[in-house]
């Protein structure tokens, strides 16, 4: 059964901060890995997909990396801002398309 | 494009009620998905849907639950008779499973407290 993990649960940084999300998955034979944001009393957004056979995928100052064979993910901001705040999902897709999600990592970034 | 609809936003209902949710996923995705997201937790799947049929519905509680999907459009799960611990946010989602690199497309969700 895939289980995924993210590490730090919460994380407060100063505006400006470049950082690291990270997510942990125990079965590697994934399709792809999804990282999604979650505002408070809203939907889930997608933010970077990546396929199993690409190492990283990025969007502005969004880069996903996908290091499948030790079933390790990190999401990396940079220059971050105050509307950054919000909670990242990770997300890992096996061969139905179904999703198992982390418990997130809940970023505030303070002005 | 119109996003994942669903409603209501928001019910509350007493434990041994019933209640029921209505999804209208993104025009042309075939698959559609029912999570639960408990406070805290990352959301969870119910039940997906490859047009009208069902793909998985391993992790539904099926004493208590159940989803249909009429016509291989609209979406309903209902809640039979309610538990507290049924208090979560229930998500619907959408893909377009022939494009490989399609992500999934949430709504965002009906928020059930059960008191």
């Known amino acids: 059964k895939q289980e995924v993990t993210q590490i730090p649960a919460a994380l407060s940084v100063p505006e400006g901060e470049n950082l690291v999300l990270n997510c942990s998955f125990t079965d590697s034979a994934i399709y792809n890995l999804q990282w999604f944001r979650q505002d408070p009393g809203k939907g889930l957004t997608s933010l970077l997909l990546i396929q199993s056979s690409q190492r990283e995928q990025t969007s502005g100052r969004l880069n996903a990396s996908l290091d499948k064979s030790s079933g390790r993910s990190t999401l990396y901001i940079a220059a971050s801002q105050p509307g950054d705040s919000a909670t990242y999902l990770c997300a890992v897709s096996g061969s139905a398309r179904q999703l198992t999600f982390g418990s997130g990592t809940q970023l505030t970034v303070l002005p | 494009e119109a996003g994942v609809a669903q409603s209501p936003r928001y019910k509350i209902i007493e434990k041994r009620q019933s209640v029921a949710f209505w999804c209208n996923p993104i025009?042309?995705?075939?698959?559609l998905y029912w999570y639960q997201q408990i406070l805290g937790q990352g959301p969870k799947l119910l039940i997906q849907f490859q047009n009208n049929g069902v793909v998985d519905d391993s992790q539904l509680p099926k004493d208590r639950f159940s989803a249909e999907r009429l016509k291989g459009v609209d979406s309903t799960l209902k809640i039979q008779p309610a538990k507290l611990e049924d208090s979560a946010v229930y998500l619907c989602?959408?893909?377009?499973?022939?494009?490989?690199?399609?992500?999934?497309?949430f709504g965002n969700g009906t928020r059930l407290t059960v008191t």
């Open positions: 989602a959408s893909s377009n499973r022939d494009r490989v690199d399609s992500p999934l497309h």
């Open positions: 025009s042309g995705h075939a698959t």
